[in-house]
């Protein structure tokens, strides 16, 4: 477990700080610090893109208008698809993904951290590169809500 008067300490050191999100993980329990809230947007694409064969994104051909929900990387780190080199990935474009599910792993500072969906639909487009750096705040898949693909 962790002692109140250090988190506090470490609040109080994260606001004094250029760092904007910090977690910690002991014996099973998890924290995480963030100025920022989570980013989680609604966008209208009047145009998809379509699965070009020099494109480094997977995108999913989408119907116009389509309302798609952003998930962005809530911290700088590694993008990998699956939990292994030689594991199928966790989520494909096209599959239905329910809230919670588990999407990719992001790796901080050798911390491997499990991303979660916060919303069912369908995997419309996985823009970030497999074993690839990511950035805070960064596009790592857009999802068709359920209903609406």
């Known amino acids: 477990m962790f002692d109140l008067d250090w988190i506090r300490r470490l ?3 994260l606001d004094e700080s250029d760092v904007d999100t910090l977690e910690l993980s002991r014996l099973g329990t998890r924290i ?5 809230p989570p980013v989680t947007a609604r966008l209208a694409i ?7 064969v020099g494109s480094p994104a997977l995108v999913a051909r989408t119907e116009p208008e389509e309302d798609l929900v952003e998930i962005h990387s809530p911290m700088v780190g590694t993008f990998y698809r699956a939990p292994a080199p030689d594991a199928p990935p966790y ?4 599959d239905r993904v329910n809230e919670g599910q588990t999407l990719c792993i992001l790796e901080a500072m050798k911390l491997m951290n499990e991303l979660e969906s916060e919303v069912a639909g369908v995997i419309r487009q996985i823009p970030a590169q497999d074993a690839e750096p990511v950035e805070y705040g960064q596009v790592l898949f857009r999802v068709a809500l359920d209903g609406t693909g």
């Open 46 to 52: 009047a145009d998809p893109p379509s699965l070009d």
């Open 11 to 13: 609040i109080e050191m």
């Open 32 to 36: 995480v610090l963030s100025k920022s």
């Open 91 to 94: 989520v494909e474009v096209g």
